[in-house]
């Protein structure tokens, strides 16, 4: 008996120097995990991933772009006018972009093809998030001429919505058919994503030369610089002006939390184009306003350590309140961008989006292989109010995730 209770403990004593040992190598496994091996474990997957969602909607005639995932878990299928209609193929031509592979070039131009009649759309100010991230990526990458045309048609089409009056594009029409925006009482509503279309008039204004392009971007980026934000670089989502006068109507919120709140992916869109816009200008002013939204995003007491966002700055129950990947992923973009030309902040800005990649490449928000519909991360937040992308997958969070690894990748 004695014998048996002695051979026990000591079977009981060797597992837990195992179990030590095996938990020791797994910390140590998980700690050294390189940015290079973590960047080619992202991508791998990401590949597997986008090819059983391609599986997943091939046969849609015609060719939809895939958005996100139901309420019921279906996959969200959209067309071309959709304003994320352009992430899906954006993310196809960063796969390729990854490894060259000619199987994910020409799913790329397969999707992008799908979309070539946003360059008509005259009614969304979205045409920059639908064309430049699927033709005008392709045309980076592969420099054909015919999505350059894309591009420079796509952008004509843009400046309609200019409202020189005021100085900006209007974001959204008012007209009875646009659902909710129509019972807001707004005349020229902007909001702050808008942004983002501004760079598909800086490749128009490369590629053609006409000041038009160049002359109504700079003219939006500065009259959001001074309507949309606060003394503390926060943003209001939607500045609703008069046509008529040019003055501001109203300050509002239509996907953050209230009015005087500040929305996370606001907050992202805000950073990345003002970052983008001084790239495009090198315009110290824009600059500026990019440094002064990082300092905002990068010192906010409620993110937590992991620097993924809650949905809106001010959320009423932080810490019980989703997360936003799609912003994180946003915000970790536009700084492998903005350290650049910030060096006094590099090393703070670099470990910034550093901690954010690396969190969302974690089993807390990268998918499990085959589930989430496909989509590489989880946890992201559309429009809280409308209750229909509330913590789910979101292509856009996907593109510029695999962006920013993209970007770190070529950085040292
Ligand atoms: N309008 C773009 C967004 O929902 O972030």
Partial sequence: MKKLKLLIAILIIANTIACKKEKKEIATDSKIETKQELINRVFTFSELQYDSLIHRIEGNM???????????????????????????PGTLWYLYKNNNSENWKNKAIKFTLALDSVKYITNSHDLGFMLNNSFGNGYQLTKNDAYKEVLIHGARSLITRYRPVIGTIQSWDTTPDMGWISKRGWDTPVIVDNMMNLDLLFRAFEYTKDSIFYNVATAH????????????????????????????????TAQGHVDSSSWARGQAWGLYGFTQTYTNTKDSLYLSQAKGIANYIMTNKKVPKDHIPYWDYDAPNIPNEPRDASAAAITASALLTLQEFVPEKRTEMMAYAESILRKLSTDEYLAAFGKNQGFILKHSVGN???????????????YYFLEALSKWKELE
């Fill in 221 to 252: 980026a500065k009259t959001t610089l001074q309507h949309h934000f606060r003394a503390d670089y926060s943003s209001f989502h939607v500045v609703d002006y008069d046509s008529k006068t040019g003055k501001v109507r109203s300050r509002e």
């Fill in 384 to 398: 809280i109010h409308t209750g229909e992308e509330n913590d789910k997958p979101l292509n856009y969070a996907d």
């Fill in 62 to 88: 015609p060719l939809l772009q895939p958005r996100g995932v139901t309420e019921d878990g279906d996959l969200r299928l959209k067309p071309f006018q959709d304003w994320t209609s352009g992430f899906f």
